[in-house]
């Protein structure tokens, strides 16, 4: 049999050994072309700067006027809803001036006198509804006159009352919320003024001729 070739021993690496790469170094630029190109990236920049600048502002009227067209939008529903409010109000006063005569001019009998407690329901009812929208009589009767409640239909004279007193009132008056609707027509208490007194009356003068 042949004898075993002996196998060589595993060179070890080491980096050492190993000959060094030489590096590539990248081309050297003029000078003069970076300069040209940072003051290029520099106006780009502004440029782009003053186009996000510009939309922003864009963006900020944008949704200045859509706030302000919302605020808008909710007035003018209101104002709607309001002057609505108003005409149905106004169109039911009539009937609710026809109670107020029925129950203070009408003089029935026993037997009828259960349909007018009933009419008496129906218009109490109809305040309470009112009364939950907003809706209230003014309040005038032995009250001083108001002019911004109160229309002066007349005046009478009653000495043991005040000067300016609404002595009647004639057609209740309504406020929707606050805001005068229909103003109370009254009579107001007007007492006569004091009479001037006479001057003393100059002698007569007699004719000497």
């Not at 190993?18 to 050297?28: C, L, S, T, V």
């Not at 029925?102 to 109490?124: F, H, P, Q, R």
């Amino acid at each position: 049999m042949f004898p075993k070739k002996k196998e060589k021993p595993k060179e070890e690496h080491n980096p050492a050994t190993e000959q060094e790469q030489p590096r590539i170094e990248p081309p050297a630029q003029d000078a003069e072309a970076l300069q040209k190109q940072l003051e290029e990236l520099r106006r780009q920049a502004e440029t782009l700067q003053k186009e996000k600048d510009d939309i922003f502002a864009k963006l900020q009227r944008v949704a200045a006027d859509y706030d302000n067209y919302q605020k808008r939008s909710a007035k003018q529903i209101t104002d709607n809803v309001a002057y609505e409010k108003d005409k149905i109000v106004k169109s039911l006063l009539p009937i609710l001036d026809n109670f107020e005569y029925i129950l203070a001019n009408t003089s029935c009998s026993a037997a009828d006198e259960t349909l007018l407690k009933g009419v008496k329901i129906i218009y109490d009812q109809m305040l309470d509804v009112l009364k939950g929208h907003g809706i209230e009589q003014i309040k005038s009767a032995d009250e001083p006159f108001n002019p911004a409640h109160h229309e002066a239909i007349t005046h009478r004279s009653e000495n043991d009352k005040e000067e300016g007193l609404v002595l009647e009132e004639l057609q209740k008056g309504y406020k929707l919320n606050g805001r005068l609707i229909r103003a109370s027509r009254v009579v107001v208490n007007k007492l006569p003024s004091s009479q001037t007194p006479q001057q003393p009356e100059e002698p007569e003068t007699k004719d000497t001729q």
